[in-house]
């Protein structure tokens, strides 16, 4: 890191107002909601993953109105577990993805189909339990995302060298979308190894590519979150010059845990980071934890500072803007702090006492 990044501190959180893009906290749920109000971070976006997370994020929400915006989707990790059709409900091998050199296949797995088979401990969920309920909660919460959900090629289900079905799983996504566009709700996708088939440029492929030129904008969200961008240079210029009008609702979100912890991608990072335009960059800790929220941010905003050769102050304005740009619909809809009652005003009088984790 450069001795400009290396600045880089929690207060500048609170000082600049950046909030978390995405994260996953209520996977640690001990005193979750007390920790996450400790946070020099004003605002965390809440993703849900799965039908069985929901509860969890609303109530968080709950917990800490003026800080939490919840968020709820289907995550591909989750995506067999969530039927688009009753007969999928039913027969819950339809859902996976055997690999193709042919060393696993479903019925290799008896106990595992028993378990997403009705009545099973982890049975697959009908489009008629867990769609209403989605409607519901974005009902319930106007200011909420939709998210998390989307692409990934990598995905395998624990035990298994099974996949998330492909085809499933393009068909949840283009579902979550057109559900978001309907509600005018802006959107944080998850895709790895599937960028391809959101945008692939004129004279795309057909099958499942090209899915947000062939929804268009009437079948877009009005804001659409890359979360932990992962995809080239290209394809950042390809998505921002989409016709329509839909390259202005792209963002693309960074986090250090995935995007540059490993080895060999900082430089990969760096370059990204240096070619999202202006206006249109997320910082994220897409972390799993209230304990690594402002330590993530704080490592993420120092690669930023870097990347485009300028100040963390400089860097931190522009990321508090751009999060107010993109979460404007639910921060004007959440209460603030002293508004959000004298339980949740005690507790986040505290938290600002506290400071951050990093």
């Avoid at 990969?268 to 304990?291: F, H, M, T, W, Y």
Wanted: with cysteine.
């Amino acid at each position: 890191m450069t001795a400009t990044a290396a600045t880089a501190d929690t207060s500048l959180l609170r000082r600049f107002g950046i909030g978390d893009a995405h994260c996953h906290p209520q996977d640690d749920a001990e005193d979750c909601a007390r920790r996450l109000l400790a946070l020099a971070a004003p605002h965390v976006a809440v993703m849900g993953t799965r039908l069985g997370d929901w509860g969890e994020v609303e109530a968080l929400a709950a917990a800490a109105p003026h800080k939490v915006i919840p968020c709820f989707g289907v995550h591909p990790w989750f995506a067999h577990r969530h039927a688009l059709r009753p007969e999928q409900a039913a027969a819950p091998a339809a859902l996976l993805d055997a690999p193709s050199n042919g060393r696993d296949s479903p019925d290799r797995h008896p106990q595992l189909l028993a378990a997403l088979g009705p009545g099973g401990d982890m049975a697959v969920a009908a489009p008629e339990e867990w769609l209403p309920r989605l409607r519901e909660l974005l009902a319930r919460h106007p200011h909420a995302l939709v998210g998390e959900f989307g692409l990934d090629r990598a995905a395998v289900v624990p035990g298994t060298r099974l996949q998330p079905g492909w085809e499933h799983q393009l068909a949840l996504t283009e579902a979550h979308l057109r559900l978001a566009a309907e509600l005018g709700r802006p959107v944080s996708m998850h895709c790895v190894q599937g960028y391809g088939h959101l945008q692939v440029g004129a004279g795309g492929r057909a099958g499942g590519w090209d899915m947000l030129r062939r929804l268009g904008p009437a079948g877009c969200p009005p804001k659409i979150m890359l979360h932990s961008y992962g995809g080239s240079v290209d394809l950042i210029k390809g998505f921002t010059k989409m016709p329509g009008g839909l390259g202005e609702r792209i963002y693309f979100s960074f986090s250090d845990v995935i995007n540059g912890r490993k080895p060999g991608q900082r430089e990969k990072l760096l370059e990204r980071l240096a070619a999202v335009p202006a206006g249109r960059l997320l910082l994220e800790s897409d972390q799993n934890s209230p304990a690594g929220i402002d330590s993530g941010l704080v490592d993420i905003l120092g690669a930023v500072a870097e990347a485009r050769g300028v100040s963390v102050d400089a860097a931190a304005e522009a990321a508090a803007a751009t999060f107010r740009d993109f979460f404007d619909s639910c921060l004007s809809a959440m209460p603030t702090a002293a508004a959000a009652g004298a339980a949740g005003g005690d507790l986040g009088e505290a938290g600002q006492q506290g400071g951050g984790s990093g």
